[in-house]
């Protein structure tokens, strides 16, 4: 006789595949389902009797507003009263990381507004132990109930970059944005699930894709389609290359793979891109990473659906005098700071080599 660690036995099984409810045993063994079926011949470390119940597996809530609860909450009420197994956080851009010190206060009262949960209940349950959000991820890393996923907010985001100007509604700068995409990559890298962004149905799919690209968007080049042949592809490509703008390109499924490889041979490996397919559709997905990624995982996939490639933008071979040209009339519209990261950003630069010729710059008159 099979020996389990836990037998359920009785219950009403529905298994999530779509069939009708049934009456029969669940036999698990290390942590894993091992047996179904109706009156198991079974011994077991210990047996439940679910007679009357459901047995169903457990439930991924993938809309949750737990981001404050889960610094003292242990147990994840009511949701784990009622089968959830995992619950998915950072909804509706709203939660409390990254956060300075500051902000705490405006955090909660954002997400009081927003779902309506008591400030005062927020205010009393966290302690503010983080900053970043790799630290948020820390202090939340005790023993619960159930397994949960973190995304990074929007707005705590927007906060932590903008401050006032972000409250107030201002549209952000290059230099913000630039400072956006850099925490929110370092929160992804802490082990983040994601970021939340969807698109609406639209009549172009380049913009909806270069919404849920993750990658520059205040100056894109729409490209079209890529030639057929490979030696034409692959010239297309080097002319493009060095475009200061993150390129937006169509492609079937049936050469998608042979443009990507054409892309690592002409763009190099390392240079961030995304695949997006199906958009705005039933089986949307969107693929983000380095083209020598993106390369490695379509080798191995089959893809199906319209498909628009997305590639970071290019760097221009930049002289000492334009960079200088660029800084001054950047300087005298905005902040020493601002300004450098704008030139960076858009010539793609060092940050910290343009920084420091502002300081030159500046300090020379």
Request: glycine share 8%; charged share 25%; hydrophobic share 45%.
């Amino acid at each position: 006789m099979a020996k389990y660690d836990l037998l359920i036995r009785g219950g009403e099984l529905i298994d999530g595949l779509g069939g009708p409810r049934r009456r029969a045993d669940v036999a698990v063994k290390d942590g894993r389902i091992a047996a179904i079926g109706s009156e198991l011949e079974a011994d077991a470390t210990e047996t439940l009797d679910a007679t009357g119940l459901l047995v169903t597996p457990g439930f991924v809530d993938i809309h949750t507003h737990y981001d404050g609860q889960v610094s003292w909450d242990a147990d994840f009420l009511p949701s784990a009263w009622h089968g959830v197994t995992t619950a998915v956080m950072g909804n509706c851009g709203v939660g409390f990381a990254p956060v300075r010190p500051a902000d705490r206060q405006r955090l909660i009262e954002l997400m009081e507004g927003v779902e309506d949960i008591p400030g005062s209940a927020l205010a009393e349950g966290i302690d503010f132990r983080w900053e970043s959000f790799a630290e948020y991820m820390e202090a939340v890393d005790f023993p619960h109930t159930m397994d949960f996923v973190m995304q990074v907010p929007h707005d705590a985001l927007r906060v932590y970059v903008m401050g006032d100007r972000a409250v107030a509604g201002e549209p952000a700068t290059e230099a913000d944005i630039a400072e956006m995409r850099r925490l929110l990559r370092e929160a992804l890298e802490a082990g983040a699930a994601g970021f939340l962004v969807t698109a609406a149905p639209g009549p172009s799919a380049v913009l909806a894709a270069l919404s849920l690209s993750g990658l520059p968007s205040d100056r894109f080049l729409f490209a079209g389609f890529a030639p057929s042949q490979q030696g034409a592809r692959r010239r297309w490509l080097e002319d493009l290359a060095p475009v200061p703008a993150t390129l937006v390109i169509y492609e079937s499924p049936r050469r998608v793979r042979e443009l990507l490889e054409d892309m690592v041979h002409s763009l190099g490996e390392e240079r961030e891109a995304a695949l997006c397919r199906e958009l705005t559709k039933k089986f949307e997905e969107v693929l983000r990473g380095s083209l020598g990624a993106l390369a490695a995982i379509v080798a191995e996939r089959e893809l199906k659906g319209e498909i628009v490639v997305l590639v970071d933008r290019g760097t221009l071979s930049v002289t000492e005098e334009t960079m200088e040209e660029a800084l001054r009339s950047a300087m005298a519209r905005m902040s020493l700071k601002d300004a450098a990261a704008e030139v960076a950003e858009a010539y793609g630069l060092p940050r910290r080599k343009v920084y420091q010729a502002a300081l030159e710059l500046e300090k020379n008159g």
